[in-house]
């Protein structure tokens, strides 16, 4: 038994070593895993899966990249692996019909899972940021069905211009907040983890990949923190039958 968790590979088409990365780590690697748990921000931007109706005239390339990742991802699946995704706060508008296309489920965030018997908590992890209120204030409007529906309604290029100006002025604002803010709120952690129950959390999000000692409810607890991708370098999480989590980097060239 073998489970396989990666997360924040931000996939998009001016990275291609990322997406080549991947690719080659799915047919090497994950081949023959039993799960696969992908913890969001997998793409740099979604606009919504009606992008994979653009495959063929799609200049940007999203497109074509989507269905790449989408069928790559279904050859794992066949080959029996459960693929599961879960939300960022890049892509969280990943619908039902890229995750039929890829053969994955949609994961909720956060999640429970079991693993080994042990309660393991999975999310993306922005909603643990409280400090950064300005952005909180933004994930609730944007996890809103109505709003989505809203945004999904208007025409794809509008939406693509759209999620180009989110991005910038994400940029513009993270480059203006302190660092500490833009990191998990320790309260929070522990807060959020005692109400699921469990001394496991293993989430994305803010790309500082390390192993967390703490404690909850008076129980030793770990909070496993996945990296992001670069063009030379991946993150993931590998936890064998019988065994602890592993946090490790490994090359892609
Ligand atoms: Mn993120």
Not at 37 to 62: K, M, Q, R, S
Not at 140 to 153: M, Y
Not at 164 to 187: C, F, H, W, Y
């Amino acid at each position: 038994m073998t489970t396989l968790l990666i997360s924040d590979l931000h996939l998009h088409p001016g990275a291609p070593e990322i997406t080549e990365g991947f690719l080659h780590w799915l047919d090497e690697h994950a081949r023959g895993c039993d799960a696969l748990y992908i913890l969001g921000d997998f793409f740099e931007a979604w606009i919504g899966d009606d992008l994979l109706d653009l495959v063929d005239h799609d200049p940007t390339g999203n497109a074509a990249l989507a269905a790449r990742i989408a069928a790559a991802l279904k050859r794992l699946a066949d080959s029996g692996a459960a693929i599961y995704l879960m939300h960022g706060n890049r892509d969280f508008l990943l619908g039902e019909r890229f995750a039929k296309e890829a053969g994955a489920t949609l994961l909720p965030d956060p999640s429970v899972i079991m693993l080994d018997n042990e309660r393991v908590l999975l999310m993306h992890g922005d909603s643990l940021c409280t400090r950064d209120e300005a952005y909180q204030a933004f994930r609730a409007q944007a996890r809103h069905p109505l709003w989505q529906e809203q945004i999904l309604s208007m025409p794809i290029q509008e939406r693509i211009a759209l999620a180009r100006q989110l991005r910038e002025q994400s940029g513009e604002a993270n480059s203006n907040k302190a660092e500490d803010i833009m990191d998990v709120t320790p309260g929070e952690v522990v807060k959020v983890m005692a109400e699921h129950g469990v001394t496991t959390l293993i989430h994305g999000h803010t790309h500082r990949p390390t192993v967390h000692e703490l404690e909850v409810e008076g129980q030793p607890a770990k909070r496993y923190v996945l990296g992001d991708w670069q063009p030379e370098q991946g993150w993931e999480i590998v936890i064998e039958e019988g065994g602890e989590p592993r946090l490790q980097a490994f090359s892609l060239s």
